[in-house]
T-cell receptor
Framework: DQQVKQNSPSLSVQEGRISILNCDYTNSMFDYFLWYKKYPAEGPTFLISISSIKDKNEDGRFTVFLNKSAKHLSLHIVPSQPGDSAVYFCAATDPSGGNQFYFGTGTSLTVIP | DAGVIQSPRHEVTEMGQEVTLRCKPISGHNSLFWYRQTMMRGLELLIYFNNNVPIDDSGMPEDRFSAKMPNASFSTLKIQPSEPRDSAVYFC????????????FGDGTRLSIL
């Protein structure tokens, strides 16, 4: 029933290293994908997005990769910083089907100083 | 710029009571979304509105839940009667209504039903 899946509930990385967060989806109609970041007691905030016509989108330390054939996307953070410690949600949307987003269950990233 | 404003931030009430959560979207946004965050399902969409009209309420768990958007600057999510299993964080988000534009979230209401 969950159309967007984040199979790793948590991830720990040393400061300065690369963080890789993964997301899988099942609906082949999804063609726009987003990552959100959430700190405790705050709402999720938009981080980066990618359209299905691309396989990579980069914004500073954050890069999102999309593999449509595998229905898989990933978020790379390089270098990781302690302030990146947060819960990261993957989301997908089918623009032809309305403007709702389908979110994953989130991955809690801890960057160890 | 004011973001999405939700109230109250915390609500603790007893089972059976009516609970009303409130949301003020970003001015100019014409889509509004209500989500519930749970460990099992992550951010679960309950209902969304376009131009104050409910478009998809298939995520509303039961008839005890209802949502209204009487005008472009205000929405409510009501639970009556409330049950302990409704305890969660409820988020409101708004967007420009274009599918490829991000939704902007409020800071949520943490609801505890005793």
């Amino acid at each position: 029933d969950q159309q967007v899946k984040q199979n790793s509930p948590s991830l720990s990385v040393q400061e300065g290293r690369i963080s890789i967060l993964n997301c899988d989806y099942t609906n082949s109609m999804f063609d726009y994908f987003l990552w959100y970041k959430k700190y405790p007691a705050e709402g999720p905030t938009f981080l980066i997005s990618i359209s299905s016509i691309k396989d990579k989108n980069e914004d500073g330390r954050f890069t999102v990769f999309l593999n449509k054939s595998a229905k898989h996307l990933s978020l790379h953070i390089v270098p990781s910083q302690p302030g990146d410690s947060a819960v990261y949600f993957c989301a997908a949307t089918d623009p032809s089907g309305g403007n709702q987003f389908y979110f994953g269950t989130g991955t809690s990233l801890t960057v160890i100083p | 710029d004011a973001g999405v404003i939700q109230s109250p931030r915390h609500e603790v009430t007893e089972m059976g009571q009516e609970v009303t959560l409130r949301c003020k979207p970003i001015s100019g946004h014409n889509s509004l979304f209500w989500y519930r965050q749970t460990m099992m399902r992550g951010l679960e969409l309950l209902i969304y509105f376009n131009n104050n009209v409910p478009i998809d309420d298939s995520g509303m768990p039961e008839d005890r839940f209802s949502a209204k958007m009487p005008n472009a600057s205000f929405s409510t999510l009501k639970i009556q009667p409330s049950e302990p299993r409704d305890s969660a964080v409820y988020f409101c988000a708004s967007s420009l209504g274009i599918p490829t534009t991000p939704q902007h979230f409020g800071d949520g209401t943490r609801l505890s039903i005793l």
